[in-house]
């Protein structure tokens, strides 16, 4: 390196006079930024290689990249030189594009998962290195102070267009690489998941690739939306509201607009709390019941699975436990709806049967006790009483709060009808 690079950016300008004309180069540069162009051959490559090296010592993020990101941040970084000198230099001074080793180096950082706010710190600390060089050169120089004002003025405008045109490309370029990046692992994850589940993949690579223990509880949950709105944000929706309640959490994208996943839950008492657990606006979850091991895993994703096919209580969210007597039976579509026809039928015909049915199941789980079954539906136990035998007229048998045929009918009916519908 040339003794005048020895300290970045403090170039010895010669100073002009009747022997020696300036050698900044203005003189034979045309444009307001000619000054800035005359400044980038006094500093040139050595000088460009001397701010990778200062960018380096001062942003200590960037040693987080692979062996060999020094070499490469140098590459992008002089490739800089080129580009700023055609582009201080055209008439137009249109939008420049990335260099090539500028991109290079922004993707390698992207696969090696350093912070993309290195790569941004490093154009904000250049920008500052070579504004600050810049401003020392141009005091140095003969111009008179209108046009040296007037230099300054159109070299700053052109600068802050490079800087946030090069900045904006290199987000796209490292997201775009990120994004390939999970939509990989995404996929090779599902792939695990998917053997796992199947039994083609011993259980222990969900740990040693994925890092979730399957010698746990778990509880497997599937969550979706019919919103297409919202469709892209039904897997972080679904993991930051479990998060809390999770030691350990595993999801994985099934489609575009749901997600299946499996968490161990932070004590026995989780999973009361998550039948009222909301997720944002439009996404929807349904849970398997806690399973222990890797037959746990399967089956609790299993049941969440079916959980989800069947209506859930207003307000609550499916749960297998709450659910699993609907699921049973609803698994043989017709068995199902002549079960239900043989104990329910002519009451589901009848046109009381939306203030019937509700006053039969209330009066079914308080054991047949009108005062406690008016109680939960706000009329007079007179009013029950008359309703009952109502019911039984339109069935043609006496309603006895014991009998476990009516109950499950009752139970699975609802099912039947979202099927339908």
Same mark, same amino acid.
């Given at each position: ?6 300290? @970045? ?33 006094? $500093? ?13 010592? *001062? ?88 046009? +040296?004002?007037?230099?300054? *003025? ?29 939509? *990989? ?5 599902? *792939? ?16 040693? &690739? ?19 709105? $919202? ?24 489609? /575009? ?15 009361? &709390? ?25 089956? /609790? ?35 199902? /709806? ?16 939306? +203030?019937?049915?509700?006053? @039969? ?8 006790? %009108?005062? +406690? ?16 035998? +109502? ?19 009752? $139970?699975?009916? %609802? ?7």
């Amino acid at each position: 390196m040339s003794p005048r690079h020895t300290h @970045l950016w403090c170039v010895t300008t010669t100073t002009s006079g009747p022997d020696r004309p300036y050698a900044g180069g203005m003189a034979g540069d045309s444009g307001p930024a000619a000054s800035f162009v005359a400044w980038l051959d006094e $500093v040139g490559v050595d000088g460009f290689i001397h701010l990778a090296d200062d960018l380096w010592a *001062e942003v200590p993020a960037l040693h987080e990249g692979p062996p060999g990101t020094r070499d490469a941040l140098r590459s992008s970084v002089v490739s800089h030189l080129p580009v700023l000198r055609a582009s201080f230099s055209s008439d137009d001074h249109g939008t420049s594009a990335l260099p090539t080793a500028a991109r290079d180096f922004g993707e390698l950082m992207a696969l090696a998962d350093a912070p993309l706010s290195a790569i941004l710190r490093s154009y904000e600390v250049g920008h500052a290195k070579m504004w600050s060089g810049y401003t020392r050169f141009l005091r140095a120089s003969p111009l008179p102070d209108p046009h +040296r004002a007037d230099e300054l *003025e159109a070299s700053s405008i052109l600068m802050f267009q490079y800087m946030q045109a090069m900045t904006s490309e290199t987000v796209v370029s490292f997201n775009q690489v990120r994004m390939s990046m999970m939509q *990989e692992r995404e996929s090779r994850r599902g *792939e695990i998941v998917k053997g796992v589940l199947a039994g083609t993949l011993d259980p222990s690579a969900l740990y040693e &690739r994925v890092g979730y223990r399957v010698d746990e509880t778990h509880i497997g949950y599937v969550a979706w939306t019919d919103d297409d709105s $919202v469709s892209g944000q039904v897997g972080e929706s679904a993991r930051r509201h479990i998060a809390a309640l999770a030691r350990q959490q595993l999801a994985v994208p099934s489609g /575009t607009s749901s997600v299946y996943g499996w968490f161990t839950p932070i004590s026995h008492s989780t999973y009361r &709390r998550l039948r009222n657990l909301k997720l944002s606006p439009g996404v929807q979850v349904a849970f398997g019941a806690p399973r222990a091991g890797i037959e746990g895993f399967r089956h /609790t994703h299993e049941e969440a699975l079916l959980s989800s096919r069947v209506p859930s209580r207003p307000g609550q969210n499916a749960c297998f436990p709450d659910d699993s007597v609907a699921i049973l039976i609803s698994q043989r579509h017709d068995l199902a /709806t002549r079960f239900v026809d043989d104990h329910l039928g002519p009451l589901l015909q009848h046109e009381g049967r939306n +203030r019937l049915l509700p006053t @039969l199941q209330q009066f079914l789980e308080t054991s047949g006790s %009108p005062s +406690r079954c008016g109680r939960r539906l706000g009329v007079h136990p007179n009013t029950v009483s008359q309703r009952i035998r +109502r019911i039984e007229d339109i069935l043609g048998y006496p309603i006895d709060p014991e009998d476990l045929s009516l109950r499950v009918a009752l $139970v699975v009916q %609802p099912a039947l009808t979202t099927e339908t519908s």
